[in-house]
Every structure is written in C-alpha cells, then in structure tokens.
C-alpha cells in the first residue's frame, strides 16, 4: 500500500500545544545525559514545567538548581559559574548550588543584620546513574529536601554480569506524558510503525496471547505500582530476536514512567550441565518536559555478542532507526491532538493503557484499588 505522504515529516509549531496531562511528582526523572556535565561545566533544561540549571563543581559534584534566583527572578544560568558557587548576573549573589545555600550578598553593609546563609536557591537532589542526572522533584510546597535517605531509590538499570556493552537514545515528544506513555506499551502498532525488513513485515501479523500479572507496591503505598508481562518467549515475527535462539522475555511498566524489559537465554551445555547466560536489558523512560510535551530516553546494555566487530555501532544505528519511528509517529498524532479530541481505548490491546491511567489516578488521588486483581491473558493481533 503506498504512503499518503511518503517522506513528508510533519513540523509543529511551538506556541500550539497538545492538550496537557498532569504530571507526578515526588519521584526521580532523567534530567540529561551526565557526560554532558564537564567539571566546572553548567546546562540548561526543563524538568515537569521547570527550568533547570544542572552543573558539576570542580570536585566533580552534580548539582541542579531551580533557574531563578530568589531575589528578583533572574535566570541564575544568565550569571557566572566558577566551579564553586553560582553567580546571580543581576545583583550578585552567591550560591553553593548542591545545597542552594546563599554565601554572599555583595550589597550588604555592616549596618545590615540578613544573614545571607539562612537564603536558600531552590536546589533539587540530584544522582549519577546509568550515564544520566536523575533529578527528584518534589511536590509543591514539600519544602527543601534535606534527608536524602528518606527519598526513594534511584531508578537503575538491571545487568546480570559485570562485563557488558551499552547504548543510550533520547527523542523529544510534542506530546503530553500520557500520550508517550500509553504509545511506549501498545502492543499493536509494531507492524506499522516500526515496519522495516530488519524487524517486521505487514503480513508478519498473527494473533498473540501473553500473561500479564500486578506488580503492587505496598512498602511505598503504591509508588511504583505496575503490572508485568510474565516470562514469555519474545514474538517470532520479531526478527532480532530470532537470532538469539530461544530467549526468554520480560516486561515491566512501573509509575511513572518506567519501562524495564529483560532478555535473557542460556546455552546449551554439555552433558546437560547449565550452559552460560546471556542477556539483554534496558529501561525505557517517559519524562514530562512540560503539561504538553515530554522526552523519551532509552538505556540498555548487554552481553549477547560482546565480542561481535561494531556491534555497539549497529545498535546505536538500529535503535536509533526504532525510536525515530516512534518519534515520528508521535509528531503526527500530536497534530491531530491538538483540538483535543475525544479519544477510544479497546480491549485486549489497549488494556495496558487502561491499567496505566488508573493507576496513575489512584496514585495521584491515594484512591481505589490496582486495576489488576490478579493475573490475566490477553489477546490481539500485531
């Protein structure tokens, strides 16, 4: 079937947002890539509808402040930054940013009594992992995080030996959380969005069945609920994981955002002795920018072909190609959103996308129960 419009790439314009979602806070989000963080060395970002100056000090601390300063509201990124403290361009003020801690007021006299060090910049706690600055942001009106060990636990990547290669891919959305997120876990759209001779064909399409169970989280009154696909042999239409023999896949969506997926398969060993493991992960992650927009970013690592010749190169490439796809397909719909239409979900493949909207209310609401009494089957076609 020939294309509509075959290589034509739909441009949003900026100021005509999608319609917005509300976001969660009081968790950890990705910020930006680490490595972009040079000792000394500031960027800017937008994290939940708030801009972000996130840095490294010369002693090689991660830090994220609030852009704006407290006094009158200047960007604290239009200012100085020497390694140690942040510089407001305005008046001149000073600030440890790891802590936010005001160090001087240059217009203080001795006839002032403001001591300077009870001023606080809006500092957020911030993490190294997995190649990224995770920033928690906390709800409106929580106050300055000072216990960092009463937050919860950095979102990591999960390996299964300690030698391994990896890869990282990001794309921006101009769309809202939800719409990234409830497109991150359809389950049909493999055959047509990410149509390609190196992954799946149109007449690939067949009826699936897979278990999925509720994953519930009671020590954190349901932080990170989530439901799981249970251990199932990955698609046969799916040519990659052909390759792999016989793998074994699983799949996790956690609130807010989190996607894990695990591959693993063993060797065959000799006089049936367990042959050696062999394993793919990765953790996919859906980040509101703002209300109306937000950012994908993708990390894996894996073992399954260490020492295969630029196999890191071709999974940048290929993944690459994935997710631009995905990228694409979220710039169109966005186009269509944009008079915010009233939308459908059906059953069986849309399920998951009905049990993340109600665990994101329960979340956000503190009402109801998981929208998964137990285990269940679904079936479509894809």
């Not at 990234?180 to 190196?198: C, K, N, Q, S, T």
């Not at 997926?261 to 793919?280: D, S």
Request: positive net charge.
């Amino acid at each position: 079937m020939k294309p509509i419009r075959a290589g034509q790439l739909v441009q949003l314009p900026a100021d005509r947002p999608g319609p917005p979602a509300e976001m969660i806070f009081g968790e950890w989000y990705p910020a930006l890539r680490s490595d972009a963080l040079r000792r000394s060395g500031t960027a800017v970002t937008t994290l939940l509808g708030i801009p972000m100056l996130l840095g490294r000090t010369a002693g090689g601390a991660l830090f994220a402040l609030r852009d704006l300063c407290p006094h009158r509201g200047i960007p604290l990124s239009a200012g100085w930054f020497d390694g140690e403290t942040v510089q407001c361009k305005y008046h001149g003020w000073r600030f440890e940013p790891c802590s936010g801690r005001c160090e001087e007021i240059p217009s203080l006299t001795s006839h002032d009594n403001l001591e300077p060090a009870k001023i606080f910049a809006n500092a957020f706690p911030v993490a190294e992992r997995d190649g990224y600055a995770w920033v928690y942001v906390p709800p409106a009106g929580a106050g300055r995080v000072t216990d960092a060990a009463a937050l919860p636990a950095v979102p990591e990547l999960p390996t299964f030996s300690e030698r391994f290669r990896s890869a990282h891919l990001s794309a921006e959305l101009p769309c809202n959380v939800d719409h990234g997120i409830i497109g991150l876990m359809d389950p049909a759209h493999g055959p047509f969005v990410h149509r390609a001779w190196w992954w799946r064909s149109a007449a690939s399409i067949h009826e699936k069945t897979k278990k999925f169970e509720p994953i519930e989280d009671r020590e954190n009154h349901g932080r990170n609920a989530g439901f799981r696909m249970s251990p199932h042999a990955p698609s046969s239409n799916s040519a990659p994981y052909r390759l792999l023999g016989r793998p074994e896949t699983t799949i996790d969506f956690v609130l807010p955002n989190r996607r894990f997926e695990t591959v693993v398969v063993r060797n065959e060993g000799a006089a049936g002795a367990k042959g050696r493991l062999r394993w793919f992960s990765s953790l996919t992650t859906v980040t509101p920018v703002t209300a109306s927009t937000c950012r994908i970013d993708v990390v894996a690592a894996w073992d399954i072909g260490y020492y295969v010749p630029l196999v890191t190169t071709l999974a940048r490439y290929f993944g690459a190609r994935f997710v631009a796809q995905d990228q694409q397909t979220m710039i169109e719909q966005a186009q269509g959103l944009r008079s915010n239409p009233g939308l459908m979900l059906i059953d069986d493949a849309d399920k998951p996308a009905k049990w993340y909207f109600a665990l994101k209310q329960r979340r956000l609401t503190g009402l109801g129960e998981h929208p998964l009494a137990g285990p269940v089957e679904l079936h479509w076609r894809s």
